[in-house]
């Protein structure tokens, strides 16, 4: 399980523990004591340091939006959104598209980024985990839509053609930082952070717009 997915739960552990011993003038004052207590908690370890428990701007108002109850402000939102969509990095030769087979190895890979991993490591991009992604599958997340057929439900049949432009880009764009499309999205930056490189997403790109990928078949 990755650091992100199980810290609010380990971060409400904590601050109850807190409370237990210790008053608190502000849930401003609960926060910081709270961050506290996580970062003392963790060591740099392996590639596994302990500044990934530092929310950038765009995660940490998500967060504090959730822990309020209720959506983010629409307009941090958008501010949010165009931000990410900035910061999306395109392939310098401008092919979005790569080897379907290679694509279908990323997303069923689940490993990677732990301790034990070495530094420059090739991750995996754990699709699976939140996504069905061919009709063979039998166990998979639901945290995401399904992505079988993909590229047939969107009209692809030739993912390099000037008509497919469009959808190609965007599921670029989504993979590479899915933040430039949903300020709050559940779905992991894989390029943005550093998880997929650029090759990489290229294949996966090309798993989810090819016909003659599984996914559309």
């Known amino acids: 399980m990755r650091l992100s997915s199980w810290l609010p739960v380990a971060g409400i552990a904590s601050s109850l523990a807190v409370l237990g011993c ?11 004591i709270t961050a ?3 970062r003392t908690s963790f060591r740099d370890q392996g590639i596994a340091k302990v500044e990934r ?23 941090l939102a958008a501010q949010i959104e165009a931000a990410n969509l900035k910061a999306i990095q395109w392939p310098a030769d401008g092919k979005l598209v790569g080897d379907w ?6 997303a069923q890979n689940g490993r990677g980024m732990t301790w034990t991993d070495k530094a420059g490591a090739a991750n995996g991009g754990n699709c ?39 959808i190609v880009e965007y599921t670029w764009g989504k993979i ?13 930056r894989a390029g943005h952070a ?15 717009v090819d016909p003659q990928s599984p996914v559309n078949r």
């Open 22 to 32: 210790a008053s608190v003038d502000s849930s401003a004052e609960l926060d910081r």
């Open 36 to 38: 506290d207590v996580v």
């Open 53 to 75: 428990l530092v929310q950038d701007p765009a995660n940490a108002a998500c967060s504090a939006a959730d822990a309020e109850g209720k959506p983010i402000d629409a307009k």
């Open 101 to 106: 087979k290679e694509g279908e190895k990323i």
């Open 128 to 166: 699976y985990n939140c996504h069905q992604i061919t009709k063979q599958e039998i166990s998979f997340g639901t945290l995401g839509p399904s992505l079988y057929q993909y590229g047939k439900m969107r009209g692809i049949s030739d993912p390099n053609s000037a008509e497919s432009k469009a």
């Open 176 to 188: 590479w930082n899915a933040k430039a499309y949903n300020a709050c999205s559940n779905m992991p």
């Open 194 to 208: 550093g998880v997929l490189t650029q090759a990489q997403v290229r294949d996966i790109v090309a798993l989810l």
